[in-house]
């Protein structure tokens, strides 16, 4: 590559923010013509074109193609001039950060069934919007031919989720209407049988007062009575009676068990 006709550029003139001499990377310089970067070989600028998707000889090279550039400082120096342009527009700035309101994030599917216009019911309004969309989704697979055979094209795929997204809305907004309706049945319900309660109390009251009244027969040995608590026997009533169907119990029980033995 020969070098232009042009005279060297020296590099204490180039600001520093427009040259790359880091150690371990490619040395590169900002072309003065087309200002974009480009390699430095052997001093120069390599040689580019004006429109980079235009290859061969039909690209107009840029004017600053293989421009010389007189190295007249080390990398050093310009490391110290790097250093000291960063700390200059540093301190160009303003020390208070401004930060930008964040954007509000959209509502949630889940929420959507909360939000209806002017306090209308939003089951209603849904429903004719899911038959809107599910009409729109039969209509496009009977037009479109992919559609048809059982692929998705991106129209038919994008009806299809506005037809789910709708049909979720308007099953959260009836789960919704049924939770409403059971807590205002549930309100509803608990004043009525508190005031059933409140009409039967004082039959209740007036039955135990009774019960802890009972008169006790003559000739039956209770147990010691206790504040509060009816008196409950502890003995039968006919001892006699008593014996003899214990007995008869006691026979039935030996039948029972020797018919057993037998068919074993």
């Excluded at 980079?52 to 840029?62: I, K, L, P, S, T």
């Excluded at 809305?169 to 807590?183: D, K, P, V, W, Y």
């Excluded at 409950?232 to 008869?248: G, I, K, M, S």
Aim: charged residues 30%.
């Amino acid at each position: 590559m020969r070098p232009s006709r042009r005279p060297a550029l020296k590099a204490s003139e180039i600001p520093p923010q427009n040259m790359n001499l880091r150690e371990g990377e490619r040395q590169s310089i900002v072309c003065p013509d087309c200002d974009t970067w480009h390699p430095l070989y052997r001093k120069m600028i390599k040689t580019h074109h004006l429109d980079r998707e235009v290859r061969g000889g039909r690209a107009r090279r840029c004017p600053g193609s293989a421009q010389p550039i007189d190295m007249d400082i080390s990398v050093e120096q310009w490391g110290e001039r790097m250093l000291a342009a960063d700390s200059t527009a540093t301190g160009r700035r303003s020390a208070r950060q401004h930060y930008k309101p964040l954007a509000q994030p959209p509502t949630p599917i889940y929420r959507l069934a909360d939000r209806g216009p002017q306090g209308t019911p939003t089951l209603p309004r849904l429903l004719p919007l899911l038959e809107r969309a599910r009409h729109a989704v039969d209509q496009h697979r009977v037009a479109c031919s992919l559609c048809r055979t059982g692929g998705r094209c991106d129209a038919g795929r994008a009806l299809e989720v506005r037809f789910a997204e709708t049909e979720a809305s308007c099953t959260i907004a009836r789960e919704q209407l049924h939770r409403q309706e059971r807590e205002q049945g549930g309100r509803s319900a608990a004043p009525t049988r508190r005031s059933e309660w409140a009409a039967v109390l004082p039959a209740v009251r007036e039955a135990d007062t009774r019960r802890t009244f009972v008169p006790v027969p003559p000739g039956r040995a209770e147990a010691p009575a206790k504040a509060g608590t009816a008196n409950v026997p502890t003995e039968p009533e006919n001892l006699e009676a008593h014996d003899r169907r214990q007995a008869e119990l006691g026979q039935q029980y030996a039948q029972r068990k020797g018919s057993v033995a037998l068919s074993a």
